[in-house]
């Protein structure tokens, strides 16, 4: 099942996200938050209480490979890694270029909008 997203400008809007979220059953294992900076990932996921995208989530190879790579490949590589496909990895990717945040849900119940 592909993936859940949305795309914020506001951090304090990331953090509501979460939180409804969590209210609406999602595990917080399954959130994940993405930014173009390692810092403000790291702020938002912690501000959020999610996760951000580690060596456990994309696989030890991805993980090799993201230490040579540019940030916008090791971008889009943790999208395709969460299960997106490579179109919408890279129009993610670009997306975070601009400064957005994306919150990642992945195996949200149906019942779950974001």
């Given amino acids: 099942m592909k ?6 400008h506001n951090d304090q809007e990331v953090v509501k996200a979460v939180d409804s979220l969590k209210a ?7 959130i994940y938050i993405i930014t173009h900076d ?16 580690g060596a456990n989530d994309i696989g030890l190879g991805t993980s090799v490979k993201n230490i040579f790579r540019k940030k916008g490949d090791e971008l889009r590589a943790q999208f395709s ?21 994306v919150v990642v849900v ?5 019942n779950v909008i974001l």
Avoid: H, I, Q, W
């Fill in 38 to 53: 390692d810092d403000r990932t790291e702020r938002v996921a912690n501000s959020a209480d999610a996760n951000t995208v």
């Fill in 106 to 110: 992945k195996d949200a119940p149906a």
């Fill in 81 to 101: 890694e969460l299960g997106f496909p490579e179109a919408d990895a890279e129009r993610l990717e670009e997306e975070l270029d601009k400064g957005k945040v």
């Fill in 3 to 8: 993936p859940m997203y949305k795309e914020f």
């Fill in 24 to 30: 609406e059953g999602v595990k917080e294992d399954n």
